[in-house]
């Protein structure tokens, strides 16, 4: 996902705060005082790079917020920024985000079908890369891949 920098260099209009949330089964939750990439499980191994990113997402003026959702039957928010997925609302954004790239993902198996067996035998099946949904107030970004899915919340008109 490329992001475009804006011309203005500021303080961005929102303060997005960057909250690490534990895997099942880890008793470790940083939260936004402690630094990046100091809580136990996924958030720990961390990229630079992913982390640059992430932190280029959260301070984009238009940006809202954004998740990093495990795939799984329960999707459950590794790491998000921005108030509009913190508590319940985001649990309810993540549930609703893997529902969205499973149907998505399902709907293009059904529409190809026996297409999908290749010449040796292995699946060959299209899968979803980025998908835009935009309403009349937010747009929601979403890029999955093969364990994680990010998405990213902005409102569009600034």
């Known amino acids: 996902m490329a992001l475009r920098s804006s011309t203005t260099q500021g303080p961005p209009a929102s303060t997005a705060r960057t909250?690490?949330?534990s895997q099942p089964g880890s008793s470790t939750t940083a939260g936004p005082s402690q630094a990046p990439g100091t809580s136990s499980g996924t958030a720990a191994a961390m990229s630079p790079e992913l982390e640059q990113t992430l932190s280029m997402l959260s301070s984009h003026r238009s940006?809202?917020?954004?998740m990093l959702i495990t795939r799984g039957h329960h999707p459950s928010i590794i790491r998000h920024s921005g108030v509009v997925f913190e508590g319940e609302q985001g649990k309810r954004y993540a549930a609703a985000?893997?529902?969205?790239?499973?149907s998505v993902?399902?709907?293009?198996?059904?529409?190809?079908g026996d297409d999908t067996i290749g010449p040796a035998g292995e699946a060959d099946g299209d899968e979803?890369?980025?998908?835009?949904i935009r309403t009349k107030r937010h747009e929601i970004m979403i890029s999955p891949d093969e364990r994680y899915i990010l998405a990213v919340l902005h409102d569009p008109a600034t």
């Open 19 to 21: 909250t690490f949330v």
């Open 128 to 132: 979803v890369r980025f998908m835009r």
């Open 97 to 102: 985000v893997a529902r969205i790239v499973q």
């Open 105 to 112: 993902q399902h709907g293009l198996e059904e529409v190809r």
């Open 63 to 66: 940006v809202l917020g954004y």
